[in-house]
């Protein structure tokens, strides 16, 4: 089993920065990779980055390139997202999670493809 834990949620206006943190506990031997996915009111959870935890592979959403980093610190089983430029739209509660095994092709994407989940983080954008 593996915990997450995600903060660094809160309100900001619109072209602030916010950097959410995810650390992880128990099985963190067992982390392959970390994703970050992300709710809106009245919407589907939807993919938002991803990264590799041995190497520096990373994956964004379209909609988040260039605004938004994933990166992470194996050493303190510790995984972060660095938001900059917030728009309204990224308003949603962010949630960070992990594989059982490792992720190849489309499961990268894919909440499915991810075991353990953390309670979230939301964040709010004004504009």
């Known amino acids: 089993q593996v915990q997450l834990v995600e903060s660094g949620g809160g309100l900001v206006q619109a072209g602030g920065s916010l950097r959410l943190s995810c650390a992880a506990s128990g099985r963190t031997f067992s982390i392959y990779a970390m994703g970050w996915f992300r709710q809106a009111p009245g919407k589907e959870r939807e993919f938002v980055a991803a990264?590799?935890?041995?190497?520096?592979?990373?994956y964004y959403a379209d909609s988040v390139k260039g605004r938004l980093t994933i990166s992470r610190d194996s050493a303190a089983n510790t995984g972060y997202l660095q938001m900059n430029s917030l728009k309204p739209e990224d308003t949603a509660v962010y949630y960070c999670?992990?594989?059982?095994?490792?992720?190849?092709?489309?499961?990268?994407?894919?909440?499915?493809?991810?075991?353990?989940w953390g309670q979230g983080t939301r964040v709010t954008v004004s504009s």
């Open positions: 999670a992990v594989p059982n095994s490792r992720l190849w092709g489309s499961k990268w994407f894919s909440g499915s493809a991810y075991d353990y």
């Open positions: 990264i590799s935890w041995s190497g520096p592979t990373t």
